[in-house]
């Protein structure tokens, strides 16, 4: 299926690691032209190296002046973004007795506000591209939030919110705006810190061999096991996609059927 991404210019914030990555890995390999985003200025020139097509930039999303960086450097390359894919946020450690109110502004600054500085940055972009697209990341957890890191998922839970009213605000441009929502993601980091948790616990050795009683115990779902970053990746680029030109306002949740489990 050709899904019409060739020659298009997509922004992924937080695509110099992580499943930021892996997600302009897949854009790219549609023949998008990506732009590779960090915080800091440098931390995106090695990314960017190893895809074929791809351009290093930088700002600091979090705040006013990083935004209006990053959008001055687009505008300085001479491109206009056609599709915007806000992978950027952080889950922040935290209780409801540890934390700070300023702990809740940082979580809403990082994950809600650094998405509606991009979005006021690049409308018109957005507007006047053939395949507008907003594609946001949030997770399962903005709909079924735990006790434990409250102000994340409250910020996610905004972000969630965000979305539907963001596509009614595109209304009659053409431009789509959806929430891809995954569950437990199989990073480098999800499998060291959970291997860590199966091998004192017996479950094997390898991330492997441990992964279904992984899954059984943090993240159940009817497929038995954790998500791959390039599964998410297929969801994003999908929506990315001239196939997905009516799916709009929607929350996809990435989770592999976890909402039935009880």
Known sequence: ??????????????????????????LAAEGAKVLIHSLAAG?????????????????????????????????????????????????????WDSL??????DAYQKNTLSIVRLVQGLKSD?????????????????????NKMPHYYAAKGALANLNVGLAKEFSGTGVTVNLVSPGLIRTPEVESAYLKRAQAKGWGNTFDEAEAEIAKQFAPSPLGRIATREEVANVVTFLSSIAA??????????????????
């Open 43 to 95: 931390d995106s020139n090695e990314p960017a190296a190893q895809i074929a097509n791809a351009i290093p930039v930088y700002g600091d999303i979090t705040t006013d002046a990083g935004a209006a960086d990053l959008i001055s450097q687009i505008r300085s390359l001479d491109l206009k973004v056609d599709l915007l894919i806000n992978n950027y946020g952080t889950a922040l450690a935290g209780t």
């Open 245 to 262: 030109s009516f799916v709009n306002g929607q929350n996809l949740r990435v989770d592999g059927g976890a909402l039935d489990i009880t």
């Open 100 to 105: 700070s109110t300023t702990d809740w502004i």
């Open 1 to 26: 299926m050709d899904y019409g991404i060739a020659g298009k210019i997509a922004l992924v914030t937080g695509s110099n690691r992580g499943t930021g990555l892996i997600i302009a890995q897949s």
């Open 126 to 146: 957005l507007i006047n591209s053939t395949q507008g697209r907003i594609v946001n990341l949030g997770t399962v957890g903005s709909d079924r939030p735990n």
